[in-house]
């Protein structure tokens, strides 16, 4: 295996590193870099990586970005001179497009990643967007990468903002809705650890059902609407609420956030 480089080891970067490992790749082929001393010594100790200077790290075959996107263009600078020959770049950063990776490092091959963090226990979605400069064998290789920890398609740059908006931000709405949920639950009385463990169920069987029947969401959810039963009390104050028109409108919203902050 090839030597792998994570620089920000943060929130996506350790669940990355987490979900590697677990596939099998060894820790010993895994270097980090981040900016806080703290959180390295906190990684080393979980995770068996090894925390390196950004020149050491941007020698590896695959350097994987993974700091906020205001800081990657600073520092993949800094790193460029370093880079190896061969060495690929990729960018999981929402919204740092091709072309300013590219401005950064020239004559690099680059690669877009958008991730999510179910990834940290082998259940990612990733989007993947080919640089101009990357090989068959660069995508091959980052289709291995994500791959190991979930699923991943590629797919073109002018769609990567929509895939963040559904996959890479989604498990937040997915939580949001597992919060209110389960505080659904404590407002009816359940214990919050009973609502959690009703919830947490709930979800995971749902999950299950759509990727495994082969049905749409919409025939899943008319099997549990019962007419004039319970669900379809529950589901029409939702649509009271707004509430499918809110998807809607957030994840309008955070495709165009992707799109101001590829703006710079
Ligand atoms: N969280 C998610 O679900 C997803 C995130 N992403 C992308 O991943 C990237 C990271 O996001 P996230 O993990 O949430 O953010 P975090 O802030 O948790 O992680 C970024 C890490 O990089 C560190 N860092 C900052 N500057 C440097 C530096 N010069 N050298 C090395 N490390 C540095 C940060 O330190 P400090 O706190 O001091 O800045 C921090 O520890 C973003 O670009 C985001 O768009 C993509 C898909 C999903
Ligand atoms: O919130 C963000 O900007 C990052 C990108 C996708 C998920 N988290």
Redesign the pocket.
Known sequence: MSRLAV?????????LIAGWLASGIPSSDVVI????EP?VREIEERHGVTGVS?DEAAQADTVV?????H??D??LR?AADSLGESSLVV??????TLAQLQGAAPGRAVVR?????PALVGKGMAGIVRGERATDEHVARVRGLMGAVGKAVVIDEGHLDAL?ALS??G??YVFYVAEAMIEGGVHQGLTRAEATELVTQTLVGSAAMLAETGKSATQLREMVTSPAGTTAAALRALDDHGVRAAFLDAIEACRNRGLEMGKG
């Open positions: 620089i920000g080891a943060g929130a996506m970067g350790e669940a870099v981040d900016a806080h959180r950004l970005l993974a700091v906020k996107p800081q990657v600073g520092i800094a960018s999981i950063a929402a919204g740092v990643v958008m991730p999510n963090t963040t890479g931000s498990p937040a």
